[in-house]
T-cell receptor, first 112, second 112 residues
Framework: EDKVVQSPLSLVVHEGDTVTLNCSYE??????LLWYKQEKKAPTFLFML????IEKKSGRLSSILDKKELSSILNITATQTGDSAIYLC????????????FGTGTRLAVRP | NAGVTQTPKFQVLKTGQSMTLQCAQD?????MYWYRQDPGMGLRLIYY???????DKGEVPNGYNVSRLNKREFSLRLESAAPSQTSVYFC???????????FGPGTRLLVL
């Protein structure tokens, strides 16, 4: 059974800080790892990491996949209050029929 | 494009009542999914449909049934609601395994 563990469960920082969120996984026949941001409603897509694309960056957010360590990190630099959200990590196996297995998420609060 | 739409947005049921949650997508996606999200539990897959006419169980299917009515619509039915089914329900769709899932706005269900 595929498994995703995220840490920390929650985090409080001040504006301007840099944060690193962690995701470790166990999956047979890995295909991809995805990061989502969830504010009040539906999750919105941030990054997809695969064997052929192990590092992604968009503005202040970046993510790296470590296939050897079976983990990924999501970095947010110069945090803003608008970064406050739950960050979800999910993995997909090649044999899963397009199913994703999600972690429980990291709740990030950015204080002014 | 409306993306993924869900109805209703909020529903209160009494134990034993039945209801159907509706989901539709206008992106011509093949795969559709139903998740539930509970505090501290992340997103858990209830059922999914890899293509029109097919459905498969996810992680927590007990107490639910689904129908993939056509390529656009994927409904989730609770035949006899229980308080343990109080949750936020998200529908999602995906074109292929190389793309992300897109989520609907969610349905908040309270079973008394």
């Amino acid at each position: 059974e595929d498994k995703v563990v995220q840490s920390p469960l929650s985090l409080v920082v001040h504006e301007g800080d840099t944060v690193t969120l962690n995701c470790s996984y166990e999956v047979t026949n890995f295909r991809s790892l995805l990061w989502y941001k969830q504010e009040k409603k539906a999750p919105t897509f941030l990054f997809m990491l695969t064997s052929s694309g192990i590092e992604k960056k968009s503005g202040r957010l970046s993510s790296i996949l470590d296939k050897k360590e079976l983990s990924s990190i999501l970095n947010i630099t110069a945090t803003q209050t608008g970064d406050s959200a739950i960050y979800l990590c999910a993995v997909e196996a090649k044999s899963s029929g397009d199913k994703l297995t999600f972690g429980t998420g990291t709740r990030l609060a950015v204080r002014p | 494009n409306a993306g993924v739409t869900q109805t209703p947005k909020f529903q209160v049921l009494k134990t034993g009542q039945s209801m159907t949650l509706q989901c539709a997508q206008d992106m011509n996606h093949n795969s559709m999914y139903w998740y539930r999200q509970d505090p501290g539990m992340g997103l858990r897959l209830i059922y999914y449909s890899a293509s029109e006419g097919t459905t498969d169980k996810g992680e927590v299917p007990n107490g639910y049934n689904v129908s993939r009515l056509n390529k656009r619509e994927f409904s989730l039915r609770l035949e006899s609601a229980a308080p343990s089914q109080t949750s936020v329900y998200f529908c999602a769709s995906r074109r292929t395994g190389k793309e992300t899932q897109y989520f609907g706005p969610g349905t908040r269900l309270l079973v008394l």
